[in-house]
């Protein structure tokens, strides 16, 4: 088997895997090698579910065809019908990623057919994969007569050296540089079908759950301990604070004997994660978004780093737009309806690249950050990486002059005008702004120096050091003059979290019920994973912004105490059971469904991978001076004997109560527990119990039932008679410790009387009007307080029947 590049101008030479070579001049190929296991890892080879995951080769900008299912199969009801191609590997194409493994041999089988009148009388075709970036292997190959089905088999083998985190099977014919000059022989139309790819599969995924405690109970950073997320940005939004971050968590794949992972990949990540909360510390999960790649919303481009979100009201329409870099090399935006989705893209190209003006000389057109101005005009910030070599070394360190601010279109998915320079003193990347008091303020993270900055260069005084977060104050939103420079706005997290934490960083402020925030990362849960020694999997972290009577910015410390939490947590309501402000050992992962607490655009979450001695907990929950009644929790059981047991203020504290999760296996249904001794504000902590080596349940969304109030009153009614009528008496007393009103009904008549004393009665006899009454009921309604809330008690008494006269 061959292996090349190719370049950008797509040269390339016809390369075959050698039993592909065997096979199209009639050699019978040797029994192929043993395979580990005979999985086909082609889904819907035959095109029976129509086009379901098939799409067209994309790997360049100018590769381009359509994709149709056709009648004419080789077998079954569909095949695949490719047509308009541009270039000779515009074919289709699914995604193996995952699924093959390096060092491995699969046997490839398909058929083909052309029928192009004008084409030639035979044709070689290829199935190829590409590994990323310019790496492309020729697996097999076939020679097909026209008009006739011909049939991929071959053997390949991965080599063991070949990084396989992308792997894109896909269908062409032979490369030509020029071809169009002769579409018929080179661009001709072809059906595919019954494509399969036989081999081992992959070993099962190593868990990503963290079993460790890396949120600390009374510690509020970092904000999540069950997953990781870089450059958060953060969004307020009707009472809530939505978090946009980096999914590190995507390529943790720890070792199940050591715990330790391989170093981040960031070509891998593709994904955005999204967190929010009401109060700062109890943070809802809410997944991820799947923005990049074949299957994402942008599939145009390869990864989503780096996010930054506003909203605008476009054509009288609120939408979200939430942009992200596309690796180093551009930026682009996405819109939502929501702060949760969904999603599209309006663009079908990046937003900001090569073409982008005034951003030609910028080396990595990455982290883009959104900010939209008070009179409506948005405007984007982005850029980064090495300084020009044009400019002199002490400026190329000093003042690299590398970062970007461009205004937006009205529809937020363009760009108006030039983009104008961004004089950062020791700039590198993660531009942001924000305004306070009519002035902007522009932060950004600084180098660490070396060649692509001047080499050996000294700082000017004040700028700032290697990996901190310097800050700039400007009278205009496009003016960043390096004299607006104002300081270091935060040091480097490796002076507050010690060994192992130290790197770039990213960050974003937001103001929140009239205070501002200060988002950024550090490796904090990967050090309290593996120790010292990290792998540069990040962490949100928020302290609260202060400010000095000037307005400059009194420079922010990380801790892990973090902020304070805003306001109290409310359980008397529907909420999703993947809300914490502390866990142990348990993820998450979205399900069918929408969520009951966030409707139904959003995506539904459940908490998984739940095992005896795990826990999850709620920070500072009020529950009121009445207290809680009960707890019911939305379950898939998948184990029998499992339980949720609910506990105050400490993982081992007071249980108060006990849900038993004794539904049938595997179907999700209600169960509810009673609450004991549940008032006031408490942290609570639900621990999961049951058989030990097994998952043990599954759990959509909690909610608490409010303790029913009742005014106390003591109750009578009877029958008897005055003048041969018979009458029905009802008496109440007041057993509360204030005043209460109190109404007495009958069918016969009603009676109020108002602020009825403590210990006092209410009495009324009503006459029915006849000789005799049959046995019935009274309704005795007390209004009145309990504790400062308005409470109204109803009880039914009975009474006897009755006769009067002879």
Request: aromatic letters at 10%; glycine letters at 12%.
């Amino acid at each position: 088997m061959e292996q090349r590049m190719r370049r950008a101008t797509r040269g390339r030479v016809a390369a075959l895997a050698t039993v592909g070579l065997l096979l199209a001049t009639g050699f019978v190929a040797p029994a192929a090698p043993v395979q580990a296991a005979d999985t086909n890892l082609v889904v819907n080879g035959g095109f029976e579910d129509g086009l379901a995951n098939w799409f067209v080769n994309n790997g360049n900008a100018t590769d381009g065809a359509q994709l149709s299912a056709t009648s004419d199969a080789y077998s079954g009801a569909n095949a695949a019908l490719v047509t308009s191609r541009t270039t000779t590997g515009s074919g289709p194409m699914q995604d193996l990623s995952g699924k093959v493994q390096a060092g491995q041999a699969y046997t490839l089988t398909a058929r083909i057919k052309y029928e192009n009148e004008s084409g030639p009388a035979t044709k070689q075709f290829f199935a190829t994969m590409h590994y990323g970036g310019g790496t492309y292997t020729n697996l097999v190959s076939v020679t097909a007569t026209k008009g006739q089905w011909a049939q991929f088999n071959g053997t390949f083998t991965i080599p063991a050296t070949q990084t396989v985190s992308t792997a894109r099977l896909f269908f062409e014919t032979p490369w030509t540089s020029t071809p169009s000059t002769d579409p018929a022989l080179h661009l001709m139309d072809f059906k595919l079908d019954d494509v399969s790819v036989i081999g081992a599969a992959p070993p099962a995924p190593a868990s990503k759950t963290i079993e460790v405690v890396g949120k600390l109970p009374g510690e509020h950073n970092p904000l999540i301990g069950h997953k990781f997320g870089a450059d958060g940005f953060g969004l307020v939004h009707d009472g809530r604070v939505y978090m946009y971050m980096t999914n590190d968590t995507q390529g943790y794949a720890p070792n199940p004997t050591t715990g330790v992972s391989p170093g981040i990949n960031y070509g891998d990540i593709n994904q955005i994660t999204v967190i929010s909360s009401e109060d700062l510390v109890n943070w809802t999960d809410h997944g991820e978004i799947q923005v990049a790649g074949p299957n994402g919303v942008a599939p145009f481009t390869a990864n989503s780093w780096a996010p930054g979100i506003t909203k605008k009201v476009v054509n009288g329409v609120e939408k979200f737009f939430l942009y992200y870099a596309n690796g180093g090399g551009s930026s682009n935006v996405i819109t939502g309806a929501s702060p949760l989705g969904p999603w599209t893209s309006e663009r079908t190209s990046t937003l900001i690249d090569g073409r982008t003006p005034g951003a030609e000389t910028v080396a990595w057109k990455f982290d883009p950050a959104p900010f939209v101005d008070d009179d409506g005009q948005p405007y984007l910030y982005f850029g980064g990486g090495p300084a020009s070599t044009s400019m002199p070394p002490a400026e190329r360190f000093n003042n690299p002059k590398n970062i970007r601010a461009i205004a937006l279109g009205d529809d937020m998915v363009s760009t108006e005008g030039t983009a104008a320079v961004v004089d950062a003193p020791v700039a590198f990347e993660a531009g942001h702004v924000f305004k306070r008091q009519g002035r902007y303020y522009f932060s950004y993270s600084s180098h660490f120096g070396g060649n692509d900055f001047g080499g050996n260069q000294q700082p000017l005084p004040g700028y700032p050091g290697g990996g901190q977060i310097g800050y700039m104050i400007s009278d205009g939103p496009m003016s960043w003059p390096k004299e607006t420079y104002a300081g270091v706005l935060f040091p480097n997290q490796s002076q507050f979290f010690g060994a192992g934490t130290g790197g770039n960083n990213h960050q974003s402020v937001f103001e929140f019920g009239g205070k501002y925030y200060f988002t950024y990362h550090a490796p904090t849960l990967n050090k309290r994973i593996n120790g010292n020694t990290t792998q540069g999997y990040r962490s949100p972290h928020i302290q609260e912004l202060t400010f000095n009577p000037d307005g400059t910015i009194q420079q922010v410390v990380g801790t892990y105490e973090g902020v304070d939490q805003v306001r109290d947590f409310d359980p008397y309501r529907v909420f999703e059971a993947e809300t914490f402000g502390w866990s142990k050992g348990v993820a998450t992962t979205k399900v069918d469904g929408s969520s009951a607490q966030f409707g139904g655009a959003a995506p539904n979450l459940v908490v998984r991978d739940i095992d005896n001695g795990d826990w999850t907990a709620l920070s500072s929950v009020s529950f009121g001076d009445n207290g809680a009644q009960n707890l019911t929790a939305r379950v898939r059981a998948l184990a029998a004997g499992g339980q949720v047991q609910v506990r105050l203020d400490d993982v081992n504290g007071p249980v108060v109560g006990t849900v038993a999760v004794d539904t049938p296996v595997g179907q999700w249904a209600e169960v509810t527990a009673e609450l004991d001794g549940v008032s006031g504000v408490h942290d609570v902590y639900f621990t999961y119990t049951g058989p030990a080596g097994v998952d043990l349940f599954e759990i959509d969304n909690w909610a608490f039932a409010a303790a029913t109030l009742d005014l106390p009153v003591t109750a009578s009614a009877s029958t008897r008679c005055v003048g041969g009528k018979a009458y029905v008496t009802v008496q109440a007393r007041n057993d509360h410790d204030a005043p209460v009103g109190i109404t007495l009904e009958t069918p016969y008549g009603e009676r109020s009387f108002a602020a009825v004393a403590p210990g006092a009665n209410a009495y009324q006899s009503f006459n029915t009007r006849a000789v005799s009454v049959s046995a019935g009921s009274a309704t005795v309604r007390v209004t009145g307080a309990i504790g400062g809330q308005d409470v109204t008690t109803v009880h039914t008494v009975q009474h006897p029947a009755g006769t009067c006269g002879g």
